[in-house]
């Protein structure tokens, strides 16, 4: 069995070169990118009290899952995290290593899907971020993250719920009338309802935790942590 659409990664690869532009094709991904990175920051923090005040992250082994061009892989190893970033697409690990090395940061890049990754280190924390809603069977994906995490690990999902207004807003809005993403960078069919994400999870041992929404000021021109789950959302799920 494999987890990976290779439409999707065709898709992405196309797409590869314009990762750190942020005027580029993943520039809703860079506005996006400040809240996902406090999120998950200050939950990892509380969740493993830890107390380094210049290396937050520090001695935490972290798995970046459809890690693109690194975009949260950086910043993760930044803050003193042991970083393995893994994506489907060469050429988007390919711009990842290059970036990495320019800015001299130590990250363990490799071309995988996760069912394929040949590691026998378990994992602090995975990063399923916006990637769920792109993978070929996210029951068999999920359960093949969850194998590399260890005990009482957390596992972070962010993706796009099934509704009707993030058909409106996550493909007609942001697709077709206001241009922030390529068309056809989404399908409605493969978003997730977090009640059923909460059911493959539990099934492979891991508990929902965290549940909040994501919601774009357009006034401010910002992201922010809410109660809405209609359109994106985040999940932290801890494994038993």
Request: proline letters at 3%; one cysteine or more; glycine letters at 4%.
């Amino acid at each position: 069995m494999s987890s990976v659409n290779k439409k999707e990664i065709e898709k992405f690869s196309k797409m590869a070169t314009e990762w750190w532009d942020p005027e580029g094709k993943f520039k809703p991904l860079h506005k996006f990118n400040p809240i996902r990175i406090k999120y998950i920051k200050e939950n990892i923090i509380n969740n493993f009290k830890l107390k380094n005040k210049i290396k937050p992250l520090s001695g935490i082994n972290i798995l970046d899952v459809g890690c693109g061009g690194g975009l949260l892989s950086e910043p993760m190893s930044r803050m003193g995290a042991n970083v393995t970033g893994v994506d489907a697409s060469s050429k988007n690990i390919e711009i990842a290593k290059l970036h990495s090395k320019k800015n001299k940061l130590k990250i363990n890049y490799l071309c995988a899907s996760p069912e394929k990754l040949n590691i026998k280190k378990k994992f602090d924390v995975i990063l399923n971020m916006e990637i769920v809603e792109h993978v070929e069977d996210i029951n068999f994906f999920l359960k093949s993250c969850s194998k590399l995490l260890k005990k009482n690990g957390i596992m972070f999902v962010a993706t796009i719920n099934k509704t009707l207004k993030s058909y409106i807003f996550a493909i007609i809005g942001a697709e077709y009338l206001l241009r922030w993403l390529p068309i056809g960078t989404h399908e409605w069919e493969k978003f997730v309802k977090p009640e059923d994400l909460k059911k493959i999870l539990l099934k492979n041992n891991l508990y929902l935790k965290k549940l909040d929404g994501m919601n774009f000021n357009i006034i401010k021109d910002e992201w922010n942590v809410s109660n809405d789950l209609s359109i994106n959302y985040i999940a932290k799920f801890i494994k038993s």
